[in-house]
């Protein structure tokens, strides 16, 4: 619910005038501009399906992998099939997994059709020490981007926000 609300994406070189190069924004519930109503709103509506009908949720990178735009390359199509009829065949429920710094997600160390050193997010980067500054400054922009909304989120979604330390 909690990423649902940050509607985290990328602008793109030819989707907006300027943009050479891909640049981070959020959009609440990957469309701000078409809610009439608070974006808790539609989050507590979605939490309450995903509950009902006991449903995984996937957060699934099509970005960046192995460093920083102009270092790493754009995730290989072949892996993000891979990735999501791995999901979609229950193949990801029977695999052990990690979990990412900051952000609180886990991620499968296996997968069919996809190398281990993709699927856990700092082993793909060569510079660790890049991938901790970067993975902490994306950590703080979730929670400033959040900041906004967080005064009608309920503890369920606020409990999900990344450990990170804003710092202006």
């Given at each position: 619910m909690y990423h649902f609300i940050s509607g985290y994406t990328a602008k793109v070189a030819g989707t907006e005038m300027g943009i050479t190069e891909p640049t981070l924004t959020f959009s609440a519930c990957f469309g701000k501009v078409f809610l009439p109503l608070h974006p808790t709103q539609y989050a507590e509506l979605l939490g309450e399906k995903l509950k009902k009908h006991n449903v995984n949720v996937w957060?699934?990178?099509?970005?960046w992998v192995g460093g920083k735009y102009g270092v790493g390359s754009r995730i290989k199509l072949s892996y993000t099939?891979?990735?999501i009829t791995a999901a979609l065949n229950g193949e990801l429920d029977k695999v052990e997994y990690g979990s990412t710094p900051?952000?609180?997600l886990n991620f499968p160390k296996s997968c069919t059709g996809v190398p281990a050193e993709i699927l856990e997010p700092k082993n793909a980067w060569k510079d660790k020490d890049a991938f901790t500054?970067?993975?902490?400054?994306?950590?703080n922009s979730f929670v400033k981007n959040f900041e906004q909304y967080a005064s009608a989120a309920n503890a369920e979604i606020l409990a999900a926000a990344p450990q990170?330390?804003?710092?202006?």
């Open positions: 957060l699934l990178n099509t970005g099939r891979s990735l900051f952000f609180k500054q970067t993975a902490q400054s994306l950590a990170a330390e804003v710092t202006a």
